[in-house]
């Protein structure tokens, strides 16, 4: 089974300011990892996804994550916070398991922009 | 990509009634699935719903408890039965468009559910 830590439910940045938000997992098997995004009355989009390939993952909106095997982390990062980045954000893995996906949610970051 | 209608977008319920949530897609996909989120919590798969079978309940959850229907490849619905505060949770309607379910994922905006 997998797992996910999403520390810090709650972030604040100042516009313009680098945003950093943790992620740390664990899974029996190689995992796909996501961050998605939820805007308010919005569904849930996928902002980047890492599946085995390169190990830093470039997004919309400015947004990328580097998948860290040996530290089992996926931190999202942006380098200049945007009042649209205000939102929630959610950190997904995903790994085989008896042929069946499943997917492992971390309990969010909800993400608050200071003018 | 997939647009889901999901609705209603909130409610608020009294103990012991049920309601029942829609999801609809702009086109046939093959798998859908239902979370739900409560407060302070990350996103738990209630249940796959398979058209022209029974869905898949995860564990903890129950057919009788969360009845699904998937009458066709666009549509399906979720219902919470006889309600209790405990509740009082998002839930999200979810589909699957690729031929794997991780490449392409979509979700519905979700169903903000509050029970007195």
């Known amino acids: 089974a997998q797992s996910v830590t999403q520390l810090d439910s709650h972030v604040s940045v100042s516009e313009g300011t680098p945003v950093l938000l943790r992620c740390n997992y664990s899974s029996s098997y190689s995992p796909s990892l996501f961050w998605y995004v939820q805007h308010p009355n919005k569904g849930l989009q996928l902002l980047l996804k890492?599946?085995?390939?390169?190990?830093l993952v470039k997004g919309i909106n400015g947004f990328e994550a580097e998948f860290k095997k040996s530290e089992t982390s996926f931190h999202l990062t942006k380098p200049s916070a945007h009042m649209s980045d205000a939102a929630e954000y959610f950190c997904?893995?995903?790994?085989?398991?008896?042929?069946?996906?499943?997917?492992?949610f971390g309990k969010g970051n909800q993400v608050v922009v200071i003018p | 990509s997939a647009v889901i209608s999901q609705k209603p977008s909130r409610d608020i319920c009294q103990r012991g009634t049920s309601l029942t949530i829609q999801c609809q897609v702009d086109s046939q996909v093959t798998m859908m699935f239902w979370y739900r989120q409560q407060p302070g919590q990350s996103l738990t798969l209630i249940a796959t719903?398979?058209?022209?079978?029974?869905?898949?309940?995860e564990s903890g959850f129950v057919i009788d408890k969360f009845p699904i229907s998937r009458p066709n490849l666009t549509f399906s619905t979720l219902t919470v039965s006889n309600m209790s505060p405990e509740d009082s949770s998002i839930y999200l309607c979810?589909?699957?468009?690729?031929?794997?379910?991780?490449?392409?994922?979509?979700f519905g905006s979700g169903t903000q559910l509050s029970v007195l």
């Open positions: 997904v893995v995903s790994g085989l398991y008896y042929g069946n996906n499943r997917l492992a």
């Open positions: 979810s589909v699957g468009t690729g031929g794997s379910l991780n490449e392409k994922l979509f």
């Open positions: 719903a398979n058209q022209g079978s029974e869905a898949t309940y």
């Open positions: 890492y599946t085995s390939a390169a190990t």
